[in-house]
Structure formats: structure tokens, C-alpha cells
């Protein structure tokens, strides 16, 4: 069954998307230090709401330098994912850029190597890690699916939008079904910079979310869709989601 939640990138969004009532949250786990002092007032959140949450970690310090990655990033992705645990969180996004048009090939295995890491780490703690698309075509996410049997992926149609003449959503979806174990729903126009990631509402772009619901349907997929758009937003696009997969099942 399909489960649609928000997604909540501060303590305030956090307490204003528990009042909306969805069955998880999706929250922003950047520095170890502000998500420990939080882990009180969540477990009383989720305690009050009734809904559980997934995680959605950092962006790498420097994506093409493996040293600092290695160094940085993944001690503190450590520390996000022993948190992730005390709150029985099951399922994270990750970001970890592997764009094949711009990544140097020479430094690929130490990043795959450092991946590799952190899925197993997260393994150990009941965690699934899911590779959020961010640039990448489905060609750029090969090497990781080949290199790393229990790595999941975030399939964003938002991000699918840009720097493409078409949605990239397609190739994974027929490329990579079976690893698409979580969706980010939001719209955009279209664009080839990080500031025409508008996280729209469904509806106010030029993504075809109707069609890449029904084709996510109609291949079986049945778990989790957080919309990333602004909390106010969150009912309409919950509806369209709705009106989408209802139309799917007939």
C-alpha cells in the first residue's frame, strides 16, 4: 500500500507537519549535535501525532574530493544513522552525487567504496539508505546498483525535471524499479541550476507526476511518497497524489 507523508526541514516544519496528521515525516538530519538535542521533543511529537519518521541526510562536504568525504562526511553520516536508530527510523535518504557526465571516473571506486560503508552501517541498525537522484540520469546510478546489492534508491520526479529535455524519472522507473524504495513528489519548470528547484505544489509545473504515478502503480510499487512542498501545500498536493492513484487502481 502506497503511504504519503511531508516532509518537515526544521524543528518548527516539523511540529507544523505533525498537526497535519500524515502517517510519517520525512525529516532533515544535518548536524549530529542540534538532531541529538532534538531526539526528546521528536519522541514526544511522534508519541503525540501518531506517525513514525524517515530520514533525509546531508549533501556530501565536497563531493569530489573522496578524502573529505571519507574523512567528514561519513563519521558524521555514522552519527546521523546511530541517531536515526534511538527513533526506530527504517529508511533515509541520501544524497551522494555520482553523475557520470562531470564526476571524474579515476575517484568513482573510492566513492563507491565510502557508499558501500555507509549502506552497510545503516544495514546494521535496521536502516534502508536510498539514493536520492539529484542531476543523474540512471546511467550515472549503475555502478553503485552493480558495486552494492542492498543500496535502495529516492526517486525524485522533481529533480527528474531538470537539466533534462525529458523527465529522467523514465529511465529509472524502467531501468531500476525494483531498487525505487521511496518517491519525493514536488513540481518545478524546468531549468539547469539548483535555483530552479522550486519545490512546487503538484500541479503548478511542468511535471507529468500524473503519468509517472500511474506508471509507478501500474508496476506495483506500494511504499512511501513524501511531498516535498512547503507545509501549506501539503493538502492540496496530498489530494492530486490521491486523485492520481485512485485513477491508477480502476
Not at 49 to 63: F, I, Q, S, T, V
Not at 244 to 249: D, G, T, W
Request: glycine residues 6%; proline residues 5%.
Amino acid at each position: 500500500m502506497i503511504t504519503i507523508g511531508g516532509r518537515a526541514r526544521s524543528l518548527e516544519e516539523i511540529l507544523t507537519v505533525s498537526q497535519l496528521g500524515y502517517p510519517f515525516m520525512e525529516i532533515s538530519f544535518n548536524d549530529p549535535d542540534v538532531v541529538s538535542g532534538w531526539i526528546p521533543r521528536l519522541m514526544k511529537i511522534r508519541e503525540t501525532a501518531g506517525c513514525r519518521y524517515l530520514a533525509h541526510y546531508p549533501n556530501e562536504d565536497h563531493p569530489l574530493n573522496p578524502d573529505i568525504l571519507r574523512e567528514r562526511f561519513l563519521p558524521r553520516i555514522r552519527k546521523l544513522m546511530d541517531l536515526s536508530q534511538r527513533l526506530d527510523i527504517t529508511k533515509a535518504t541520501l544524497h551522494f552525487w555520482m553523475d557520470r557526465r562531470w564526476l571524474p571516473m579515476e575517484i568513482l571506486p573510492q566513492k563507491l567504496e565510502i557508499l558501500s560503508q555507509i549502506v552497510k552501517y545503516g544495514n546494521a541498525r535496521g536502516i534502508t539508505i536510498c539514493l536520492e537522484n539529484l542531476s543523474e540520469r540512471a546511467d550515472s546510478f549503475a555502478p553503485a546498483f552493480e558495486a552494492i546489492d542492498n543500496l535502495k534508491m529516492t526517486l525524485d520526479i522533481g529533480h527528474a525535471q531538470l537539466l533534462s529535455r525529458q523527465n529522467t524519472s523514465w529511465g529509472f522507473l524502467e531501468k531500476y524499479f525494483p531498487r525505487i524504495a521511496h518517491v519525493h513528489a514536488h513540481d518545478n519548470r524546468g531549468g539547469k541550476n539548483v535555483d530552479d528547484d522550486l519545490h512546487l505544489a503538484l500541479g503548478e509545473g511542468i511535471v507529468d507526476y500524473r503519468a509517472i504515478i500511474k506508471s509507478l502503480w501500474a508496476r506495483g510499487y506500494d511504499g512511501t511518497i513524501t511531498m516535498e512542498v512547503k507545509p501549506q501545500d501539503m493538502p492540496r498536493t496530498k489530494q492530486l497524489l490521491e486523485e492520481c492513484l485512485r485513477q491508477a487502481a480502476l
